[in-house]
Every structure is written in C-alpha cells, then in structure tokens.
C-alpha cells in the first residue's frame, strides 16, 4: 500500500521555526521526485518546494526562496521541509507528494503521482 505520512505541523510564533516531514512507503523511493504543496484557507493549493530524484536539484516558489529548505533522506525513506523565519502568511495545511517525473520546477500538481494526507501549519502573529 502506497503511504505518504506527513507530520510536524503545529503552532509557531512569526519568526520561528519548524520542520515536516514525509515518510514514504510502498512505492520505490529513489525513483519519484517529491514535492510539498500547501493551501492557505480560502485559498487554492499552491507548489512550495520540489526535489529532484536525479541530481538533487531542488526547487522553490518565491514567497518561501531563502527561508525554506527541502532535502530527503534516502535511507529513511523521508522528505523534509525546514521552515525558517516563518511568516503569518505561511499559515496552511502542507501535503507532501511524489512523481515519477523529471522535475525542472515545482512540477504540476497532476505529474505527481501519490499525496499525502497533509500536515497543519500556524503560524500567529
């Protein structure tokens, strides 16, 4: 069975920090690319952070470039999202996903092929 199990969502204060992850499981890790979406309430689902399966190349939207980072840890099974200097806007439910594409950006949300079930992100003022 295909799992991808997000987790360390919670509440933060504006300036903080804090770290998802996403555990996968069921499916061949090292060849799907993973990416982390989010969507705001009232808001549609956006890309936030991509990373490559090939080269390790990752990928970010402009709102997060320079406060977040994505990495993965092959043995683990795991993608991680290291969230610094988080903002009120930030605030969302993230879901990680995972492709079996070559990615060269966010990718789409159709070229992923299995999501997660989403972790919740609050960050207060």
């Known amino acids: 069975e295909v799992q991808l199990q997000a987790s360390g969502g919670g509440l933060v204060q504006a300036g903080g920090s804090l770290r998802i992850s996403c555990e996968a499981s069921g499916f061949t890790f090292d060849d799907y690319a993973f990416g982390w979406f989010r969507q705001a309430p009232g808001k549609e689902r956006e890309g936030v952070s991509c990373?490559?399966?090939?080269?390790?190349?990752?990928y970010y939207a402009d709102s997060v470039k320079g406060r977040f980072t994505i990495s993965s840890d092959n043995a683990k099974n795991t993608v991680y999202l290291q969230m610094n200097s988080l903002k009120p806007e930030d605030t969302a439910v993230y879901y990680c996903?995972?492709?079996?594409?070559?990615?060269?950006?966010?990718?789409?949300?159709?070229?992923?092929?299995?999501w997660g079930q989403g972790t919740l992100v609050t960050v207060s003022s």
């Open positions: 990373i490559s399966h090939l080269d390790g190349s990752t």
């Open positions: 996903a995972a492709g079996g594409f070559d990615p060269h950006g966010l990718g789409l949300e159709h070229q992923y092929d299995y």
